[in-house]
């Protein structure tokens, strides 16, 4: 099976990696893969965005790395480091999920030695870059200047980080970038990257095998808006020019792709103007949901399903709805994800709303659970990633139904479980008085049953699979079909 590397470049990047980790925490299916590798690239090391992606990963790989992949189950797919790959790393790549900068902290002038330019070269720096652009801090990124980006990113093709990628790279692993069209970070480092990673003349090691790889993107059009600030350099006015100067290039000059996605939405309530930095972290959107399913679409293609020219692929609903609940997908991205998030949001309500009621129960006490809740470094890192205010699950999900154009499949004001999936029958026998549906009572009897036909010596790992088995009957026999 192949590996996936994913460049996730620039904010949006970062916050598409967001929500593809949770679709693989609830087990969402990613096919034609063994192993993915996400590479956040944004030179602004105090983004919001991007550390609470990389803490969010962190915790999913701790709890993947215990449980093991499966074929099937909660945080199934492996998630790694660029630096996990091989056990001969000089330490030249640090074991994380983001590029190194090597903490750029200087001003865009500096960067590039104004100073020592000739006069020639400099009068052509005056007219490719702005004051505002020479004066700029790299500190926060490229504040929506893909012309500064474009400058700085030609150094990451030279870096050990794309050395070490190109090192371990093998014949049928897969490449696909995330980025967005109307920043900087993103629409400078996707088209650079991928010209330097398809060029023929490339010194990488594996050259070939890059070029051969099977390679999608998804470029991210304007899906929000920002308020205005005088005092910012960043105008979403101009979102829309940048992304038609963008497009263009695009049309000429995108070459070695098999996939290409586009996605966008009319803006919203404006997000407050933060041009880098801890205060840039948004809410989810639904734009990077559908993003981060792009990445699955992909996935789902053999090398026989592409040909010589490239696919393009654009995502439309039903409907110009601005509360998305499953009936508004189509069938296809339906099966994508309505099982799973509906099955983990089952799994995390459980867990916060009932579970130590069940201290009576076998089950309970055979797995010790008095003695590993809210003490174990495992269930803390299931409670981090359920219910962490930064990047878990549950305020994942509220995030993404506080937009405009929501995602908001689900109730999650109640934790009756008949109720939570919004829309849905809950199928219950009408010959039976005691059937009750989806209730504490059901999960309860399933967990005792189920726990004495699973031999598994480690008690996390028993836990975690009691929840697959009784979540996935609940499922599978109480909701209709969604």
């Known amino acids: 099976m192949s590996k996936l590397f994913i460049f996730g470049i620039g904010g949006t990047g970062s916050r598409v990696i967001r929500s593809l980790t ?35 990963l962190k915790v999913y790989r701790r709890l993947h790395k215990h449980l093991g992949s499966r074929p099937n189950g909660f945080f199934k797919t492996d998630i790694s480091t660029l630096s996990s790959l091989a056990n001969d790393t000089d330490g030249a790549v640090q074991d994380t999920f983001v590029f190194d900068f090597g903490g750029i902290n200087q001003r865009f002038r500096d960067y590039i030695h104004y100073n020592t330019l000739t006069p020639g070269t400099k009068s052509v720096v005056d007219l490719l870059f702005t004051e505002d652009n020479l004066e700029s801090p790299l500190t926060i990124g490229f ?23 190109a090192k371990n790279f093998q014949k049928g692993d897969r490449i696909f970038f995330v980025s967005s069209i109307f920043g900087g970070t993103g629409a400078a480092g996707f088209p650079l990257l991928l010209k330097n990673l398809k060029d023929p003349n490339s010194p990488l090691a594996n050259a070939g095998y890059i070029q051969d790889a099977l390679t999608g993107a998804i470029t991210v059009l304007p899906y929000f808006a920002l308020q205005a600030d005088d005092g910012s350099v960043i105008d979403s006015n101009a979102f829309i020019t940048k992304t038609r100067a963008a497009l263009s290039y695009y049309e000429q000059h995108l070459n070695g792709l098999e996939a290409l996605y586009y996605i966008a939405d009319t803006p919203d309530a404006p997000y407050q103007n933060q041009p880098g930095g801890s205060g840039q972290q948004n809410r989810a959107h639904i734009i990077e949901l559908l993003s981060a399913m792009a990445v699955l679409d992909f996935m789902d293609y053999g090398p026989a399903d592409f040909g010589s020219s490239t696919l393009y692929h654009e995502f ?66 299931l409670d981090k990633i359920i219910n962490s205010q930064d990047f878990g699950f549950l305020n994942w999900l ?59 010596p480690d008690r996390f790992r028993k836990f975690v699979m009691l929840f697959e088995n009784a979540t996935q009957k609940a499922f599978s026999e109480k909701v209709k079909a969604v």
């Open 22 to 56: 949770m679709l693989l925490a609830a087990g969402a299916e990613i096919k034609n893969c063994e192993k993915i590798i996400p590479i956040i690239i944004d030179p602004d090391a105090q983004n919001g965005d991007m550390n609470r992606t990389v803490e969010l």
């Open 143 to 165: 504040r929506g200047s893909p012309n500064i980006g474009s400058i700085v990113l030609n150094k990451v093709v030279e870096s050990a980080e794309i050395q070490y990628f």
């Open 316 to 381: 439309g609903l039903a409907e110009d709805a601005r509360e998305i609940q499953f009936g508004h997908l189509s069938p296809e991205s339906k099966e994508k994800i309505a099982e799973s998030l509906s099955r983990f949001l089952y799994f995390a309500t459980y867990f916060n709303n009932y579970l130590r009621e069940d201290s009576d129960s076998p089950y309970y006490k055979t797995l010790e659970l008095n003695n590993l809740l809210g003490k174990d470094s495992l269930f803390k890192d």
């Open 398 to 456: 509220k995030e993404l139904n506080h937009n405009q154009r929501s995602f908001a499949p689900f109730n999650l004001s109640t934790d009756d479980f008949n109720l939570m999936i919004r829309g849905k029958e809950i199928i219950t026998k009408a010959w039976n008085p005691f059937d009750k549906g989806i209730s504490h009572g059901f999960f309860r009897n399933e967990l005792d049953a189920t726990e004495k036909k699973i031999n598994e």
